[in-house]
């Protein structure tokens, strides 16, 4: 099994910045994709972002600019530095990492949730 485990959400005026980290621990599963997830009050949740194990990128629009993702492979760790923040990036943040012990048998494993608040 793979846990993440997720730090770095808290409470930030407009305009500043958050660093989310989130570390896979306890299991020697080779991770593929990792993501950020977010799911404000009221709404869907939505990809915010997501890094292949070969580091290729993608953001959602409304990140696109702002926010950064970044692992480290021998950490087994994923970051999302968080710039520019707008009170609409409000939400609860999940780190996601698909793993498994070949390609045919992956898992979606999923942090338990850290709580990022933009003030205006």
């Known amino acids: 099994q793979v846990q993440p485990v997720e730090s770095g959400g808290g409470l930030v005026q407009a305009g500043g910045s958050l660093r989310l980290s989130c570390a896979a621990s306890?299991?020697?599963?080779?991770?593929?994709?990792m993501g950020w997830y977010r799911q404000a009050p009221g709404k869907q949740r939505e990809l915010v972002a997501v890094?292949?194990?070969?580091?290729?990128?993608n953001y959602a629009d409304s990140v696109k600019g702002r926010f950064t993702i970044s692992r480290d492979n021998a950490k087994n760790t994923v970051y999302l530095q968080m710039n520019s923040l707008k009170p609409e990036d409000t939400a609860v943040y999940y780190c996601?990492?698909?793993?498994?012990?070949?390609?045919?048998?992956?898992?979606?494993?999923w942090g338990q949730g850290t709580q990022v608040t933009v003030s205006s």
């Open positions: 890094i292949t194990r070969g580091g290729t990128t």
């Open positions: 996601n990492m698909r793993a498994g012990p070949f390609p045919g048998s992956m898992f979606d494993y």
């Open positions: 306890g299991s020697s599963f080779s991770i593929n994709a």
